[in-house]
């Protein structure tokens, strides 16, 4: 919507500088007319200032306007006296008998203004064709004696309109000040003496310049600029046909309006593009955030947006966050080995699956002879370093299906998986030994053994709290019998 109003703005800012355009060219055109008239009027001044005039010798004046008829560019040259009888012309030989002019108004103004003046487009009483003239007055002692006039026909201005080349579609017209066809660049003849299109007419009488929508003489709509002028109020219309006006207007405006769908058209589809990616950008993020709850390690690519990248990185950060609290949650600090609950809960599901399968298993709970003497003696940094490596023995000791933990202090247990009791007895003898073994610790040599109870599911008991503590009981039995020794719960 604010692109048509932009539209329709510009088509009227556009139609009203052609107009203006128009108008510019009417008041050049004019300018030319008064400069013609002007040009008239100074060689006419400069003839009446003849010693002829003065003296009265009007047929040595008739030689000398014949003279100057080039010079003043004009039809023919008359002198009229201040009755309005003609007393020579140019036209015929001199001493012939002439008329008197039908309308004194012209001469009637001479006398009044002693000014030169120039008149509407008459009916010459000689040459009985339409013509104008150009007057100035003769003055003998500062009083005027004769009208000096120049009589033109509509040729003379035509001319001029060739001379300013308008295009072949226009229709120019130059008007007398009682707005009548002087000149045309169409049909003259059919035209000439004729008053302009009445809609120009009304408008040229109420003003002395404008543009208007009108319909020419012959037809045709155009748009009209006039102008007259303030001295001879002569004046030049100037139509200018309304499809060829509105053509290269419209043309522009039709590639403009192109461009600006074309350029709709690529915002849309960047709005479209870059839209898509947002929406794949968030999708992209709805998952991985919803995984991110089960404390699965999240793999999401690089994203399209910074904003989205951001949220990518928050959502990594806090998934190696989350998953960093779970493992600690699960696992030893100091081992890394998982801890009482995660070994109980796993405990707990092996052991739903032997039942189903009708599949053995067997814990094993160990606690380590002679440990906190090595810590008393060597300090708790060299203890931990022996908890750590024992972890390492038995986590190295024990198949990757196996299940290792340590409960605390020094206290280990090993879920045996598919593992009847005789070979849980083996694997637990061959353990004691691997821990058994000698630990460097620094600077230091330290030995320690070790006490294993075994329980067995399903003989000894069918749920993880029951054959946690019948493991420990069998491990307090072999402690008791001596350490670094195997027991059975029974």
Known sequence: MVAALLFLSYYEREQIQLAK???????????????????????????????????????????????????????????????????????????????????????????????????????????????????????????????????????????????????????????????????????????????????????????????????????????????????????????????????????????????????????????WFVGGRVASSITALTQPAVDMVSGAQLDIPLLHFKEANSMREALLQASALLRKSQYDAHHDGLTGLPNRTLFHQSIAQHLALCERNHEELCILFIDLDGFKAVNDTLGHAAGDQLLREVSQRIASACRASDICSRLGGDEFAVALIHSNLEQSRIFATQLVELISRPYVLGEHRAEVSASVGISHFPGTAKDADTLLRKADQAMYSAKVAGKRRVRTAV
């Open 21 to 271: 355009s128009a108008v510019n060219r009417a008041q050049a055109l004019v300018l030319a007319v008064d400069r013609e008239f002007a040009a008239a009027q100074s060689a006419l001044l400069a003839l009446s200032t003849s010693h002829r005039l003065a003296t009265g010798d009007l047929e040595g004046f008739h030689h000398r306007a014949l003279e100057a008829l080039a010079n003043v560019r004009a039809d023919s040259i008359l002198v009229l006296d201040r009755s309005g009888q003609i007393l020579l012309s140019t036209h015929v030989p001199f001493g012939r008998p002439l008329p008197k002019v039908p309308d004194p108004t012209l001469l009637t103004r001479i006398l009044e203004t002693e000014k030169p003046v120039v008149s509407n487009l008459f009916v010459g009483p000689i040459t009985k064709q339409r013509i104008f003239s150009v007057g100035v007055p003769v003055k003998l002692h500062d009083s005027v004696i004769y009208s000096l006039h120049a009589t033109y026909t509509h040729q003379q201005l035509m001319l001029l309109l060739q001379a300013n080349a308008f295009p072949e579609t226009w229709r120019v017209a130059i008007t007398d000040g009682n707005n009548k066809v002087v000149a045309r660049s169409h049909e003259i003849e059919k035209y000439l003496g004729k008053s302009v299109a009445p809609a120009l007419l009304s408008r040229m009488l109420a003003s002395n310049e404008g543009s208007l929508e009108s319909v020419t003489l012959d037809g045709l709509l155009v748009l009209t600029a006039f102008s007259k002028s303030s001295a001879s109020r002569w004046g030049v219309a100037m139509g200018i046909p309304k499809a060829e006006l509105t053509g290269g207007l419209r043309q522009n405006l039709l590639r403009l309006v192109l461009a600006t769908l074309g350029a709709l058209a690529l915002g849309l589809w960047l709005a």
